[in-house]
């Protein structure tokens, strides 16, 4: 019988869920109901839950309630996407009710699974059911109905879990486009591997399929060369599963072209790589691609120089050049878009979207970077709008989050900013700036799917209007007519084609044909954005 929960044991307990949830992330994934290529809720869970875990075993806090509060500043920091946003509030919830505590019984642990939900619905502005907040919610209920009389941690969770799972069951037949699809909401399926995990540990079974518990490493000593030595600012380190087939070499040479000091070591199970870099984050989503990662460790060279001769805070960034009134962080992917955003007066570039959704920190690192008090935020992807929103409280900036979902959206509201207006008025221009452009993205199916009742096979051409499927075929002329008549109401003057690093010459061609054909009196032009996942994004106005 385990009655309490100390802070090594607390620890332990998410180190496990953090590997169970890891675990299941490609599983997660598969339940996304459109079958577009995306990290997806699995690894944006993972990944948001990783970053606390890695901070938790760096400290090694004592306490379960300093574990709590490491945890909960940490998952707030690194959250990506709308799901690891929701997954760090219910934590972040938790941490008030645990932070003064040495250990946790059942009340104190239900009180604080109550509190979590309470502060995830708070922050979600229309919840829906259906999701991680319906699976949380009955979870946390079911905990307090027991905790007055069942004294055994392990006994509630147990309960604790079987309620969940009764109620992740319950989300398809709540929420009309799971119905529709058979599957149930990944996000509650995610929250409850992280409980699985947890309750793993508890009952002291080891995960022995990944670990998390990796020693603590010092950082690095770059104090013996000056930071123009520096020729790339992070040190990337990653150990990845071997778990397909692609050639490792592939993913050799990709380092060697981006980046110095590579050491690449492949075994028959794994790859460990050592390389400096300036895209951190693409270098994993490529890891990725050969299976799940194993450990990660990036440091910033020039921070940690600067660090080592002044010891001066130097992990906030300092901003460059003279202050201005205001300043602009967008988020895009692809050399030619963010190329077009500095052009069109972006400061600061986070890189990111649909495959990867950039965390909160890495938002707030550009947001600091900026030498503005009011810092306008384009997140340009539905997914990206939370984890930007949580930067608010985290700078002395402040922060105006422009909820633009779509790249093009993001370049209308751009092409409106007036530095002359106060900043209310400013706010509202540039919210309403992007309310006629009509966003169509192009890519293929991963996966075989049923989406709307419509079959899909996986390597269609999908194409999506405001995210909703408008075509599926494997013949891209049927595709380029769908997409001319579902703009043909929006009878639009100016067309702009941005194409995709894997977009082919000849289906450029036919799209713009096309597309000038059906609108001959509209301006069509064809720019090159390199982005991923999206062979072409169109923007309608």
């Known amino acids: 019988m385990v009655k309490t929960i100390d802070g090594a044991l607390y620890r332990q307990m998410l180190v496990s869920g953090a590997a169970v949830l890891e675990q299941n992330k490609q599983k997660i994934n598969d339940l996304n109901v459109f079958p577009v290529p995306d990290g997806d809720t699995g690894t944006n869970m993972s990944l948001t839950f990783r970053a606390g875990v890695m901070e938790a075993e760096r400290v090694q806090p004592s306490s379960a309630g300093d574990v709590s509060k490491i945890m909960a500043s940490a998952l707030l920091r690194g959250a990506r996407g709308n799901s690891g946003v929701i997954l760090s509030l219910l934590f972040r919830g938790m941490s008030l009710v645990l932070r003064d505590h040495d250990e946790i019984d059942g009340a104190l642990f239900a009180a604080a699974l109550k509190e979590g939900v309470a502060t995830a619905y708070k922050a979600v502005m229309r919840p829906t059911e259906g999701t991680i907040l319906t699976v949380s919610r009955i979870v946390a209920d079911r905990a307090e109905a027991l905790a007055a009389e069942e004294e055994d941690l392990c006994v509630l969770m147990e309960q604790m879990l079987s309620a969940g799972q009764e109620a992740l069951a319950a989300t398809t037949d709540q929420n009309p486009v799971l119905k529709k699809a058979g599957v149930v909401d990944a996000g509650g399926e995610g929250y409850l591997c992280l409980l699985q995990g947890m309750l793993m540990a508890l009952n002291g079974e080891p995960v022995t399929d ?30 990845v599963a071997r778990e397909n087939r ?17 050491v690449f070591v492949v075994d028959d199970d794994i790859i460990k790589v050592h390389v400096h870099c300036d895209i951190p984050g693409e270098v994993l989503t490529r890891a990725l691609t050969y299976g799940s990662l194993q450990t990660v460790k990036i440091e910033n060279m020039r921070i940690q120089h600067t660090e080592k001769i002044f010891d001066d805070n130097a992990a906030k960034p300092v901003p460059a050049g003279p202050e201005k009134r205001y300043g602009i962080v967008t988020v895009a992917a692809g050399e030619g878009l963010q190329n ?56 002395d900036k402040k922060v105006i989050v422009i909820p633009t979902r779509t790249i093009p959206q993001g370049i209308v509201s751009f092409l409106s900013f007036d530095e002359s207006l106060e900043e209310a008025e400013l706010e509202e221009q540039l919210n309403g700036a992007f309310s006629g452009v009509h966003t169509v993205n192009v890519t293929y199916a991963a996966r075989d799917s049923v989406f709307d009742e419509v079959e899909i096979k996986a390597g269609e051409y999908l194409a999506l209007l405001e995210g909703s499927l408008i075509a599926n075929s494997a013949d891209f002329g049927q595709v380029v007519k769908s997409i001319d008549d579902a703009l043909a109401p929006f009878d639009p003057d100016m067309i702009t084609v941005y194409r995709g690093c894997d977009a082919s010459g000849e289906n450029a061609v036919a799209l713009s044909a096309g597309l000038q054909e059906t609108f001959p009196d509209a301006e069509v032009t064809e720019l090159a954005g390199g982005q991923p996942v999206y062979s072409f994004i169109i923007s309608a106005e």
């Open 246 to 262: 692609t050639e490792p070499e592939v993913l050799r040479d990709y380092l060697d072209g981006i980046g110095d000091s590579l």
């Open 210 to 239: 990944i670990s998390y518990t990796s020693e603590v490493r010092e950082k690095a000593d770059f104090s013996d060369f000056s930071d123009e030595d520096i020729t790339f600012t992070y040190c990337t380190e990653f150990i």
């Open 340 to 395: 077009l955003m500095t052009e069109l007066g972006a400061d600061a570039i986070v890189s990111g979207g649909q495959t990867m959704n950039p965390s909160t920190e890495d938002i707030l690192k550009a947001v600091e970077s900026v030498n503005a008090p009011t810092v306008f935020v384009f997140p340009n992807n539905k997914n990206i709008i939370m984890a930007a929103q949580q930067c608010q409280p985290l700078t």
